[in-house]
């Protein structure tokens, strides 16, 4: 953990009680942060000290740091993630930065806050296994440091709520909106000369346009002042779980699970741990209309954030792009506004150059050698893209059994 801590530092942007981070709408800030938790420093710092002790998880080898690792780009770049004891889960772990700026927590929206999102890892038996949120706190109750700190940020002794509102308070400051990206619109709106990006060259230009037209990616992923990261915040069934499951049976076995014992601890565990997982949003809504439904993600700095999709199956932004040019996996819950797009090659090129426009100037370099990396994997996949379903020479629901 002392690496990621150095590294740290020089990342991170202070966050303001009262000014919301760059680029973010003051409203929105506002109606984001709980009235319970409103920013101070001694919070940040609790909650700093929090998200990286493995004392948080029940044989102390697990804390968010390990599965949100600032030299990972505060993932852990698994196509899913490791608990305690090894055990893995079946789903990916997104990103904590940013993640204050999103509607909703977890790849199924299950948790309404980041001050949720962080308690809920902690009784999870796969992740960090504590039986209770009350036997977490107990594991550090008698640390004189955090007592301190505890009675400094929040007026009590260690408990849980507390410590999901200190990692909340914290996670506030892992915002990440300074991209090629932004210069680029800035200079537009300034009409200044676009064309003078060496960060933002012809080919993001032009990954630009297809974005907001051909491509439709804004569609699902807006990007404007009010909302920055590029999500609608909704839940869209794109053809990824379909795959593998049959979601009728699933469906149906899974609502019998959720009878027997309906707390959200179980749900927690059978989101993570199971083939349930695969029925992304229904697990909560327990609507068929959202079987295989995945909320948006963001796409700041999506380029160092992979591999993708809720799955982790996808393994460069080539593959992400492709799989849309298709018209995703045909299925019966598929989102109305999955189609092919037509794409061609050079076209695929130039949204992914946008992509990785999306990253944030603190992490250039990564950004650089990851662009490398995952273009080297597309030259390995690109033999294999079926470009009959990209221009509807075929039609996808005629090639299922």
């Not at 919301?20 to 800030?29: F, G, L």
């Not at 609790?46 to 949100?68: E, I, M, P, Q």
């Not at 707390?263 to 993570?272: D, Y």
Request: aromatic share 8%.
């Amino acid at each position: 953990m002392s690496t990621q801590l150095e590294r740290l530092e020089p990342l991170r942007a202070l966050v303001s009680p009262e000014e919301p981070p760059a680029r973010v709408d003051r409203r929105m800030w506002q109606s984001l942060t709980p009235s319970d938790n409103a920013l101070s420093a001694v919070r940040v710092e609790l909650g700093k000290k929090l998200y990286f002790d493995t004392r948080l998880s029940k044989d102390n080898t697990v804390a968010c740091a390990t599965c949100h690792d600032v030299t990972r780009a505060f993932t852990d770049l698994r196509k899913t993630s490791e608990g305690i004891g090894g055990q893995e889960g079946k789903r990916n772990a997104p990103t904590t930065m940013n993640a204050a700026l999103l509607s909703s927590q977890f790849w199924d929206g299950r948790e309404a806050s980041v001050e949720d999102q962080a308690r809920m890892p902690i009784i999870n038996p796969i992740e960090m296994g504590f039986a209770s949120g009350e036997a977490a706190a107990m594991a550090i109750a008698g640390d004189p440091e955090y007592r301190r700190l505890f009675q400094a940020a929040y007026g009590s002794d260690p408990n849980y709520g507390d410590i999901g509102r200190a990692i909340g308070a914290f996670e506030r400051t892992l915002i990440f909106l300074d991209a090629p990206l932004d210069a680029f619109l800035a200079s537009k709106k300034q009409s200044a000369n676009p064309e003078k990006h060496q960060d933002f060259g012809p080919d993001a230009q032009r990954g630009w346009l297809l974005f907001n037209g051909k491509a439709r990616c804004v569609a699902c992923h807006p990007l404007n002042p009010v909302n920055p990261i590029g999500s609608d915040g909704r839940f869209h069934n794109i053809g990824v779980a379909a795959k593998h499951q049959n979601f009728e049976a699933l469906a149906v076995e899974a609502l019998r699970a959720l009878k027997q014992d309906p707390t959200q601890s179980k749900l927690e565990e059978l989101a993570v741990a199971t083939d349930f997982s695969e029925l992304g949003r229904f697990m909560v809504t327990k609507n068929y209309s959202d079987i295989g439904a995945f909320r948006s993600p963001q796409l700041r700095n999506v380029g160092i954030t992979g591999p993708y999709m809720h799955d982790g199956s996808m393994a460069s932004l080539w593959d992400v792009i492709d799989h849309y040019n298709k018209g995703g996996e045909a299925n019966a819950y598929l989102d109305g506004g999955i189609e092919a797009l037509d794409l061609s090659e050079s076209e695929i090129d130039d949204l992914v150059a946008l992509l990785f426009a999306m990253t944030d100037t603190r992490f250039s370099a990564l950004n650089a050698a990851e662009m490398q990396r995952q273009r080297a994997l597309s030259k390995e996949s690109r033999p294999n893209r079926d470009t009959e379903l990209a221009t509807r020479k075929k039609i996808p629901f005629d090639q299922r059994n």
